[in-house]
T-cell receptor, first 114, second 108 residues
Framework: AQSVTQPDIHITVSEGASLELRCNYS??????LFWYVQSPGQGLQLLLKYFSGDTLVQGIKGFEAEFKRSQSSFNLRKPSVHWSDAAEYFCAVGEISGGFKTIFGAGTRLFVKA | NAGVTQTPKFQVLKTGQSMTLQCAQDMNHNSMYWYRQDPGMGLRLIYY???????DKGEVPNGYNVSRLNKREFSLRLESAAPSQTSVYFC???????FGQGTRLTVV
């Protein structure tokens, strides 16, 4: 069965420091991969997605992610974190099975310290 | 504003009561989804509808029913609410690309 693992429940980084959030997936075929961000009390916003092609994907708000098939990973990165990036981040894999479904990881909460 | 609209935003139910969560999208998307979000568990798919007139079970369908009323609307019904259904519910359209703001449901 398809699954998504986000190993870090929470991460704290200093403002201005670089960020990497880890995501590993289990999927038999070429996956559709997503990263979402959720601010407190809000819905989810799509940061970026990977369907095919270039394995380095650029998203909104200065985020990028790299698909590494050999490691079954899709880690999210940002070179310099801003205080407004504090939120919860979800990695997800999409599968086509009687329709398109998205399976989410448990999330990583990002704290940003001044 | 274009997007996914959920109602209500908050609801408190007593155990055994019923209610329907409403979701509407104005983007002419074929696919719509209902998720629940619980702490430490991410989002879990309850039901989805790949197109108007079709619905399918997701990971956690027990205790829920859905109706795809038309292309715009996809409702989620709790026939007999239980405390285990206390959660935040999100509706989405397309393959998870657009989410509503959520409904925070408490069952006491």
């Amino acid at each position: 069965a398809q699954s998504v693992t986000q190993p870090d429940i929470h991460i704290t980084v200093s403002e201005g420091a670089s960020l990497e959030l880890r995501c590993n997936y289990s999927y038999g075929a070429t996956p559709y991969l997503f990263w979402y961000v959720q601010s407190p009390g809000q819905g989810l916003q799509l940061l970026l997605k990977y369907f095919s092609g270039d394995t380095l994907v650029q998203g909104i708000k200065g985020f990028e992610a790299e698909f590494k098939r050999s490691q079954s990973s899709f880690n999210l990165r940002k070179p310099s974190v801003h205080w407004s990036d504090a939120a919860e981040y979800f990695c997800a894999v999409g599968e086509i099975s009687g329709g398109f479904k998205t399976i989410f990881g448990a999330g990583t909460r990002l704290f940003v310290k001044a | 504003n274009a997007g996914v609209t959920q109602t209500p935003k908050f609801q408190v139910l007593k155990t055994g009561q019923s209610m329907t969560l409403q979701c509407a999208q104005d983007m002419n998307h074929n696919s719509m989804y209902w998720y629940r979000q619980d702490p430490g568990m991410g989002l879990r798919l309850i039901y989805y509808s790949a197109s108007e007139g079709t619905t399918d079970k997701g990971e956690v369908p027990n205790g829920y029913n859905v109706s795809r009323l038309n292309k715009r609307e996809f409702s989620l019904r709790l026939e007999s609410a239980a405390p285990s259904q206390t959660s935040v519910y999100f509706c989405a359209s397309r393959p998870g690309w657009f989410f509503g703001q959520g409904t925070r449901l408490t069952v006491v």
